[in-house]
């Protein structure tokens, strides 16, 4: 087990020994007809306030299952969590009820989804649904739950907040329809913020939009983030730290300047080497080879291993741990030595 | 200059907005495409870059005559395409392929491989005589790097990447001079990408083939393009060579938009200087007059407002032996290196 902290002067012994969030040893399997899909086997990071941490990984590598997981929104049946503690401010979730979550979700951890058009009710207005955070938590009164309402999308940077604030989703652009998820989500002013692939959907230009106010909202309240993401280049300008994770697993972590120089897991050096860069212009790219695992047959050993270059014999039997490269770094490969040599 | 293959001429597509339910009155028209103009030359690749809503797409289907455009010349080797029709139009298709931007919706599922990709030879039942048909499909399988024992399996059964690549192979079936990439990996995993993109690489080479590559991800475009046209509100907004583009972008749009591409190395983050641009793309049903991209523009002035800007060598870079001199739309066109490269 690895906790990487943020080195820096203003950190206090306090936040020091609990974190804001902490998940230990999570497991997230899905009961399907074919089997049991382990999503997430065995995940641990955790998040500090004003510490951004980015979840790094490709479709079906359960970075957002462990986010629905810390939400506590996951549809249980078919999931299941059969092991692992989610801790916030050092309390295990997993072990509260229903209505102690109820209080923490919205108030303490808010999410932003990918896709603000299908997260949005298309038949309320905007203002009555960033309205209703106030009402139903706070206990205001319509009209106090519009003027807050307002007040959140001239904080977001809405132009005409107060004319546009009876409009409806598809009224907005998808910037704008951002913009409004990330209101609702600070809405009550939380503490940690999951953000699941927010600017994907986003042109180039409005996704450095979206990310500059985010990252500016999470300064002003020292905010933890979660971003999960599977853009490399958008990690590279706002994160603090990187947790690499391919099936269901953490397989690399890491200050984010030193992965980006020197990464300690073949994984994480494929993904790197397979990016067109903008300001370089290559030959032929880098492509790992074959596809990820279907998460029913999880290769035995480590799960990487018909994919890897440096896959040797001990590789298909013994699952690597995630083993301490230095003080601040961890990687799950036998071999990670080699690897960091390059 | 090589030889032009495809000659596109002040390209115009206008699709009307009616009003009234029995008698239809043109109120406007949104102006999808708005005179563009360019060759595409034979063996090479044209990137065209553009956030949603500027027209790339739009153009494709022009190309393809999916779309009857509204005026405007596309010449196939001096051909007019877009005033053909039944079977001089077939027979100008069967050298212009398209492979479209989502696998999953753009393979039947009710059909195996092998008639996804013989269905070619149904229309165009010259280039592969009947009892010949299942050994082609088995080679184009074999060409695109699937298992040519496939041929009888479903959509369903293969994963994202490797659907893409039956795409690719229904589009080689006829051999094509020119095949149409609408987006055509933007819907893959990072690693599964550089797999799909090094194949079309290869497969250029070995068929001759001329692309045409609309994306929005701008790394992945100077990957692969030899040269890159910017659209913005249906227009050509800057085209040229790879390294006039990214290295010496002259039109403030294609500096922002190089400007917001965020590079995947945490050390940029710090020097590498932004361009932030306010507000959204203006509708294409109401643009702005003069210059499109006015209203969002550092460096807008009156004459901006009044004054269409033409596609061409900037008058101050005419005749300048520099990368600057390429074709640029802007009054105040200057030379700007956003993106620092090595």
């Known amino acids: ?342 | 200059m090589a030889e032009a293959i495809l000659e596109v001429r002040d390209l115009v597509k206008h699709f009307p907005l009616t009003q009234g339910i029995i008698v239809k009155k043109q109120i406007g028209a949104v102006k999808a495409v708005d005179g563009v103009s360019f060759d595409l030359y034979r063996g090479e690749t044209l990137g065209i870059v553009g956030e949603s809503g500027c027209g790339k797409s739009t153009v494709a289907k022009l190309l393809m005559n999916l779309e009857r455009a509204t005026s405007g010349q596309v010449l196939y080797k001096g051909e007019d395409i877009t005033k053909l029709s039944g079977r001089a139009l077939k027979a100008v298709r069967r050298n212009i392929q398209m492979v479209f931007q989502d696998p999953y919706t753009s393979l039947n599922p009710r059909m195996t491989v092998g008639d996804i990709i013989g269905e070619p030879f149904e229309i165009h039942p010259e280039v592969a005589p009947k009892g010949d048909r299942r050994r082609k499909v088995q080679d184009l399988l074999d060409v695109v790097g699937l298992n040519p024992e496939y041929i009888n399996r479903y959509p369903h059964q293969f994963s994202g990447g490797q659907r893409q690549r039956i795409g690719i192979a229904r589009g080689l079936a006829l051999n094509p001079e020119i095949i149409i990439c609408d987006e055509p990996v933007s819907a893959l995993d990072v690693s599964v990408q550089a797999q799909v993109i090094n194949l079309m690489g290869r497969l250029q080479k070995e068929f001759d083939l001329s692309y045409m590559f609309i994306a929005h991800d701008l790394s992945i475009v100077r990957h692969i393009s030899d040269r890159v046209g910017v659209m913005y509100l249906g227009k050509m907004v800057e085209i040229g060579d790879d390294e006039q583009i990214y290295e010496h972008p002259t039109h403030p749009y294609t500096q922002a938009l190089l400007s917001a591409v965020p590079v995947p190395d945490p050390e940029s983050r710090e020097h590498r200087e932004r361009i932030i641009l306010s507000g959204d793309v203006p509708s294409p049903a109401n643009p702005p007059s003069g210059c499109r991209f006015r209203t969002r523009c550092w460096k807008a002035q009156d004459k901006c407002a009044t004054e269409v800007p033409l596609l061409a060598v900037p008058e101050r870079f005419k005749g300048a032996d520099s990368p600057a001199a390429h074709e640029s739309a802007c009054h105040f066109a200057e030379e700007k290196d956003v993106v620092g490269a090595a």
């Open chain 1, 1 to 342: 087990m690895t906790t990487l902290e943020k080195a820096g002067p203003e950190q206090t012994d306090a936040t020091r020994t609990a974190p804001l969030l902490e998940v230990r040893d999570l497991h997230v399997e899905f009961h399907t007809r074919d089997g049991v899909a382990k999503a997430v086997n065995g995940v641990n990071y955790s998040v500090n306030a004003g510490e951004t941490l980015a979840v790094l990984g490709e479709s079906g590598s359960g970075k957002s299952v462990t986010a629905q997981a810390i939400m506590g929104i996951l549809d249980m049946p078919p999931g299941r969590i059969p092991k692992g503690e989610i801790f916030f401010r050092g309390q295990d979730m997993l072990k509260m009820s229903g209505e102690e979550r109820r209080k923490i979700r919205g108030q303490k951890i808010a999410m932003i989804f990918q896709d603000a058009l299908s997260a949005l009710n298309p038949v309320l207005s905007v203002g009555y649904q960033l309205g209703e955070m106030f009402r139903v938590h706070q206990g205001l009164s319509k009209k106090d739950a519009k003027a807050k309402a307002i007040e959140l999308m001239d904080r977001v940077r809405i132009p005409a907040a107060k004319e546009r604030v009876g409009d409806y989703p598809h009224q907005f652009s998808g910037g704008m329809r951002q913009r409004i998820m990330i209101a609702m989500a600070m809405a009550l002013e939380p503490d940690l913020i999951i953000a699941d692939e927010p600017t994907t959907a986003l042109d180039v230009t409005v996704q450095a939009q979206v990310m500059d106010l985010l990252a500016e909202l999470q300064r002003e309240m020292n905010m933890g983030l979660i971003l999960i993401t599977h853009d490399l280049g958008v990690v590279a300008d706002v994160a603090d730290k990187i947790a690499v994770m391919y099936a269901g697993r953490i397989v690399e972590t890491a200050p984010v300047h030193e992965i980006y120089k020197a990464p300690a897991h073949p994984y994480t050096k494929g993904l790197l080497d397979s990016i067109p860069r903008l300001d370089q212009k290559g030959q032929e790219l880098y492509a790992i080879k074959g596809l990820p695992p279907n998460l029913l047959r999880i290769p035995s050993g480590c799960a990487f291993n018909p994919r890897c270059p440096m896959a040797k014999e001990v590789c298909r039997t013994d699952v690597p741990p995630l083993a301490a490269v230095s003080d601040t770094r961890a990687s799950a490969c036998h071999f990670w030595k080699e690897t960091l040599d390059g």
